[in-house]
């Protein structure tokens, strides 16, 4: 009987009804079993638990995967917009280029020595970037000729900065030589003697006159015909009262026999500029303006240079 536990069950009114022996290496059969399975179901939960977290790790993995090609196709996006981009540049700076060509042709104005081609000397013009790559495809080539391409649009904008930048230089060291140069009529009047050889008024001999007679009232306003700065105001000989402005560029003219010199040497003055008032100052047969233009310090023709 030791090896052997008795079970006793009873009914509900406490009297007997059934007797179970069970021997003692039976239940530890029963206890091994049970915790044999209790292992098992331990093993199946963190099975089944570590299923699970991996089942969660990999949804978001693909989420981030989807993710991923998302971006990489909008970065391809973006390259191949950048591409366009940089085609849409080149084009600008070649019509660019072309307008410069065109302005130097109608203005007659040759171009640098030490500047050469837009894309540097010997330098064409890059083909145009084929961005219509797919978008599954690797993007690698064309962003590799995007970056050999940018450093050849750096080089050519500096080219063609350089271009307009002696353009400019030449237009407006013409500007500023068309403003020093005399173009109006010094006063209103009547032509009472020109620019050559005539008889003269006093002697009777032949001489050469070497400026322009304006006749009319005294006090009409004399203008200066060009910007310039006055050089000399005061009386000089026979010709009276006598202005002198240098406009520059070797462009000098002089206004003599005035009545009244409204300005003072060392005056900056513009074209149109009143600086004196017609008179009769010096030798003179009446009131006029003796207008000369000296170029480099010869007196020419100043009706060559009246256009109105």
Not at 20 to 41: D, P, W
Not at 78 to 96: C, G, H, P, R, Y
């Amino acid at each position: 009987m030791r090896n052997k536990i008795s079970f006793l069950i009873l009914n509900s009114t406490g009297s007997s009804v059934r007797n179970f022996n069970v021997s003692k290496t039976h239940l530890r059969i029963i206890g091994m079993g049970l915790a044999v399975c209790l292992l098992l179901m331990t093993f199946v939960f963190y099975d089944y638990f570590d299923l699970k977290k991996i089942l969660v790790s990999k949804q978001q993995l693909e989420k981030k995967v989807v993710t991923q090609k998302d971006e990489i196709v909008s970065q391809r996006k973006q390259i191949q917009k950048f591409a366009d981009e940089i085609t849409t540049l080149k084009s600008n700076l070649v019509a660019l280029h072309d307008f410069e060509k065109k302005i130097r042709i109608i203005a007659n104005i040759e171009k640098p020595d030490d500047q050469g081609n837009l894309f540097g000397v010997g330098g064409s013009i890059p083909e145009d970037l084929d961005s219509r790559i797919p978008l599954t495809k690797k993007h690698n080539s064309l962003m590799r000729e995007m970056h050999e391409q940018a450093e050849q649009l750096d080089l050519a904008s500096i080219n063609q900065q350089q271009g307009f930048e002696s353009l400019f230089k030449y237009l407006e060291g013409q500007r500023n030589l068309l403003l020093s140069t005399p173009a109006v009529r010094p006063s209103k009047g009547w032509i009472a003697s020109r620019f050559g050889y005539r008889k003269s008024p006093f002697t009777g001999l032949r001489e050469f006159h070497k400026g322009l007679d304006i006749a009319n009232r005294i006090g009409t306003p004399i203008i200066s015909t060009a910007g310039g700065v006055v050089s000399f105001v005061g009386v000089k000989g026979n010709f009276g009262k006598t202005v002198k402005i240098n406009h520059g560029h070797g462009m000098v003219t002089l206004y003599s026999h005035v009545h009244k010199v409204l300005k003072k040497q060392g005056d900056t003055v513009k074209r149109g500029d009143t600086i004196a008032l017609m008179g009769n100052s010096g030798r003179s047969t009446g009131p006029h303006l003796h207008y000369v233009v000296f170029l480099n310090g010869i007196p020419v023709n100043p009706a060559k240079y009246i256009l109105n």
